[in-house]
T-cell receptor
Framework: NAGVTQTPKFRVLKTGQSMTLLCAQD?????MYWYRQDPGMGLRLIHY???????AKGEVPDGYNVSRLKKQNFLLGLESAAPSQTSVYFC???????????FGPGTRLTVT | GEDVEQSLFLSVREGDSSVINCTYT??????LYWYKQEPGAGLQLLTY?????DMKQDQRLTVLLNKKDKHLSLRIADTQTGDSAIYFC?????????????FGKGTKLSVKP
């Protein structure tokens, strides 16, 4: 099993550009999450999903959209990137009935 | 609201023991977790403890839980340079918009040779 994978690993965007980050998991997990990690701020939850076709807002959802069209994939979109969205983005997943989350390797995004 | 607190930095010498502390707020939390993040990588589950336990030992790792004080600690015996990482404490979240785990901000452990 590959576990949780994220693409791309690195990306540089100009202000106003859009992009989509892809998270995929092959563990048949129901729950999936998108976090951002910034120095001194720890992990902050952006959006999450408790199943295919469902999404919910986390702590810092503004400026991001998500979709969960397939159980194994969770997409994070930035419609109009801003320098404040420069961060490392992590995807995570867990099965229903369990709490421990499994993390992907992260995507480092820089917005200039 | 719920919050998980950790000190941000810890520095130890190779071979010493490291103790990373965490306080949590939800007394009903059934599981408490420790995650490790190595440089440039994602978080990996290191260990966890069930709330009806006071202590859990796993090789060089010892987790202590004081439910009365809502205090969790992770002790790493014979700390090695490979233990240098950020360690996150997490508690289960039973409500709100924070997903199912609430993470602390992480403690950066630096191990000096």
């Amino acid at each position: 099993n590959a576990g949780v994978t994220q693409t791309p690993k690195f990306r540089v965007l100009k202000t106003g550009q859009s992009m989509t980050l892809l998270c995929a998991q092959d563990m048949n997990h129901e729950y999936m999450y998108w976090y951002r990690q910034d120095p001194g701020m720890g992990l902050r939850l952006i959006h999450y999903s408790v199943g295919e076709g469902t999404t919910a807002k986390g702590e810092v959802p503004d400026g991001y959209n998500v979709s969960r069209l397939k159980k194994q994939n969770f997409l994070l979109g930035l419609e109009s990137a801003a320098p404040s969205q420069t961060s490392v983005y992590f995807c995570a997943s867990n099965p229903a009935g369990a709490y421990e989350q499994y993390f992907g390797p992260g995507t480092r995004l820089t917005v200039t | 609201g719920e919050d998980v607190e950790q000190s941000l930095f810890l520095s130890v010498r190779e071979g010493d023991s490291s103790v990373i502390n965490c306080t949590y707020t939800d007394s009903s939390s059934t599981y408490l977790y420790w995650y490790k993040q190595e440089p440039g990588a994602g978080l990996q589950l290191l260990t966890y403890i069930f709330s009806n336990m006071d202590m859990k030992q796993d090789q060089r790792l010892t987790v202590l839980l004081n439910k009365k004080d809502k205090h969790l600690s992770l002790r790493i015996a014979d700390t090695q340079t490979g233990d240098s990482a950020i360690y996150f404490c997490a508690e289960v979240n039973y409500g709100g918009s924070q997903g199912n785990l609430i993470f602390g901000k992480g403690t950066k452990l630096s191990v000096k040779p």
